[in-house]
């Protein structure tokens, strides 16, 4: 028989509710296991289930390019910013405080450099490494239609196990051959590969015509890649419409770190993705965060 205690205790018990369990609400991410949805859950801000990632890996095969000359000058500053950083980790290390709270997406392949074939890469960075620096993803080269197409693919299934065998999500980015063509047949194809064959999360590049094909084949979410550097207005107008069309956001470099004002950027590149503000509007923000911080 319950004694008194028991009986006046029963209602912190709530039989009558159901337990739950909720899993994190990303685009093909309801059956991983719980690491690897709390590390994509801090790369995606679970509110709009979308992310700004801000790539900076670019001197893993170009060096000091232009804009990253300093990352310690110019891109620490921007960190409060972004959802998510993509570097290397070179530069995670000797540059990035590790006080910062910013979630890292480690690049994991790379070989050659601008002067060779690109294509060549290979897996670099061991996933115990990645774990040691606490980083919620890797990333890794696929080129698709290229020479080294299977060797870029087995690098991404080599992480894609290592991270499972972790909880480490693992961002396949589809890079596109110098002669290749750049449209949503070829991109469907690149993104689809790389989720057949286990990446958690895939990076492309937007194409005029026919993105949101890519978007709906693909079975985890994509983010939009960036590209060379463009006017203020396109580059906004572009992640608008990525976003609009399903990416789950932007992994963007140049268009940001390359701005006259890169933190005005961010904030009218988070605010088209996180809060759907259109191109005109972002635009106007930009402009205005620019003459306020000069
Ligand atoms: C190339 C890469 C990058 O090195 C980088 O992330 C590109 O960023 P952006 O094109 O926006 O400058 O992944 O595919």
């Known amino acids: ?114 002067l060779r074939e690109l294509s060549n890469e290979e897996i670099a960075v061991d996933m115990e490494d990645a774990l040691r620096l606490n980083t919620c993803g890797v990333g890794v080269q696929l080129f698709v239609g290229t020479e080294n197409e299977s060797k870029t693919i087995h690098n991404m299934t080599r992480l894609v196990d290592a991270g499972l065998r972790y909880g480490v999500p693992v961002l396949g980015v589809t890079a596109v051959g110098k002669d290749m063509v750049r449209d949503a047949r070829y991109f469907r194809l690149a993104t689809r590969i790389a989720a057949e064959l286990g990446a958690q999360m895939v990076k492309t590049y937007y194409v ?25 207005l396109e580059a906004l107008t572009m992640a608008h419409r990525a976003v609009q069309q399903g990416a789950a956001g932007v992994d963007m470099g140049r ?24 191109p005109a509007q972002a635009l106007e923000l930009f402009e205005t965060l620019r003459h306020a911080q000069a």
């Open 1 to 114: 028989m319950a004694d008194t205690d028991d009986i006046q205790q029963a209602k912190y018990y709530h039989h009558d509710v159901p337990q739950t369990n909720a899993t994190f609400a990303l685009k093909g991410a309801g059956s991983l296991d719980w690491g690897m949805q709390n590390r994509l859950a801090r790369v995606f801000r679970p509110s709009s289930g979308r992310t700004v990632m801000l790539a900076i890996d670019h001197g893993y095969f170009l060096g000091p390019t232009t804009g990253l000359e300093r990352p310690d000058v110019d891109i620490v500053p921007l960190l409060g910013e972004i959802d998510a950083l993509f570097c290397t980790r070179g530069i995670l290390r000797s540059v990035i405080p590790a006080a910062s709270a910013v979630p890292v997406v480690l690049r994991a392949s790379g070989g050659p450099s601008i």
């Open 208 to 232: 005029d015509e026919g993105f949101e094909t890519i978007t709906a084949a693909c079975p985890v979410p994509i983010v939009m890649a960036g590209g060379k550097k463009l006017p203020e």
């Open 255 to 278: 268009n940001i770190f390359q701005s006259e004002a890169p933190l005005a950027m961010l904030k009218a590149v988070n605010a088209t993705v996180h809060d759907n503000l259109p």
